[in-house]
């Protein structure tokens, strides 16, 4: 069976205040996949999870999701989707039931319900069952399942999966959005989806008792802990930090008889390369007027100098001419660096929690700013924080009056 895995599309998502939607970035790509599902003829499509950038999506990024999977119905390509941390599970469950009549598999949200949606498809050698696991949040799960055990990620998800009926003579194949990392590890990843502490990890071995795992979340495409644990990455690059990374497509996956799986990542041309330029001034000057390219989102680092009005016009126009956007630009020049720390770290110490998240969360995120509910969260941690003992045993009731916040605001979306 043949199989293509994408993952965390974001669409709607804005990067340094360029609309991927309206610059036509995202409906390029949907143009792209489709014509390389036409090429590899695959027997389902399986979407991991941040299909949307919010858990509000916008009309032409509803349009443009209809768009990708009208496409692939058309094609009689059976589709498999699951419900991000971006996402709004119930929104992205709407008329799942009649859309499976057309193909369209879609996780069911997890609140009251312990049962992941699941389809059965067959080849020659037998029944192949896709499971289709939402984004995880362990105070649902423990309150679902009434187990202490589901307190933290790890335990949530094995507590969870523990409950489904997995025949494990035949062959299944897991869709999930999370953080699984492999005895702890966590690979380097791009800003766009960078996490603090190691939060919500999982451990690869409680997939053990499936063939394929196609995962989302991680913008980077890589195996975790065995080569079926994958992330397919995201399709576009959503941070310079992603510029990084080999190659930007889905992965192809081949399930043989039971025990025998192939892959292989594959690779869809953006339709505005991302590219990041670090150098001194003469040598980006000389470098870019002796290899010119075209249509390109750009950030420009200079290392020998501040950014000065002449520089950025310089740059700007040259950019411009060539049809490409300079998102960024900055300077790394300090002449005092060993005395500039000292204010900086002042002016951090300063802040708050919510103004240093919002500053964290600027950056990562493109330019955009946190949503309403984000700040709504980290205002009750802040309350919390000032409460809470460090040492003491309270910290653990602080934690889990966080966590059913959490929960709160999920159910409210």
Request: hydrophobic share 40%; net charge negative.
């Amino acid at each position: 069976m043949r199989i293509l895995h994408i993952a965390d599309l974001h669409f709607g998502k804005t990067v340094h205040g360029v609309s991927m939607l309206e610059n036509g970035d995202q409906d390029a790509w949907v143009d792209r996949f489709l014509a390389l599902a036409d090429e590899k003829k695959p027997d389902a499509v399986v979407i991991a999870g941040d299909v949307y950038d919010r858990s509000a999506p916008s009309g032409d990024a509803v349009e443009l999701l209809s768009r990708l999977l009208t496409g692939l119905a058309e094609k009689q390509i059976p589709v498999m989707m699951v419900a991000g941390n971006h996402d709004s599970a119930q929104r992205l469950a709407f008329a799942r039931r009649m859309l499976s009549r057309q193909g369209l598999y879609i996780s069911r949200p997890l609140f009251g319900s312990e049962e992941l949606e699941h389809v059965t498809l067959r080849d020659a050698y037998g029944p192949v069952t896709f499971w289709l696991m939402p984004y995880v949040y362990p105070a649902l799960i423990a309150q679902a399942l009434g187990e202490e055990t589901a307190r933290d990620y790890d335990g949530a998800v094995r507590a969870l999966l523990e409950r489904q009926h997995v025949d494990k003579t035949a062959r299944n194949v897991l869709i999930a959005h999370q953080n699984v990392t492999a005895h702890g590890a966590e690979a380097a990843r791009g800003g766009s989806e960078s996490m603090v502490g190691g939060v919500g990890q999982i451990d690869y071995r409680c997939f053990d008792d499936f063939d394929y795992v196609a995962l989302g979340h991680i913008h980077a495409a890589y195996a975790v802990g065995r080569e079926s644990v994958r992330y397919a990455g995201s399709p576009l690059c959503y941070h310079f930090n992603e510029t990084r990374q080999a190659r930007k497509g889905p992965v192809l996956v081949e399930l043989g008889p039971k025990g025998t799986v192939d892959i292989e990542v594959l690779q869809i041309e953006p339709l505005h390369p991302m590219r990041e330029l670090r150098g001194s001034l003469e040598e980006l000057r000389a470098q870019e007027l002796a290899c010119p390219r075209e249509k390109e989102y750009l950030r420009l680092v200079l290392t020998d100098q501040r950014l000065s009005p002449e520089i950025s016009a310089f740059f700007d126009e040259l950019f411009r001419s060539r049809g490409s956007v300079l998102m960024e630009k900055c300077s790394e020049y300090d002449p005092f660096r060993e005395n500039a720390d000292a204010p900086e770290r002042s002016a951090l110490e300063q802040k708050s929690i919510r103004e240093l998240f919002g500053d964290f969360y600027t950056e990562r995120s493109g330019g955009d700013g946190p949503a309403e509910e984000d700040l709504g969260l980290l205002a009750y941690a802040e309350e919390l924080s000032h409460h809470a003992d460090v040492h003491g045993p309270a910290l653990t009731d602080q934690i889990e009056k966080l966590l059913a916040f959490i929960a709160r605001q999920e159910a409210k979306a």
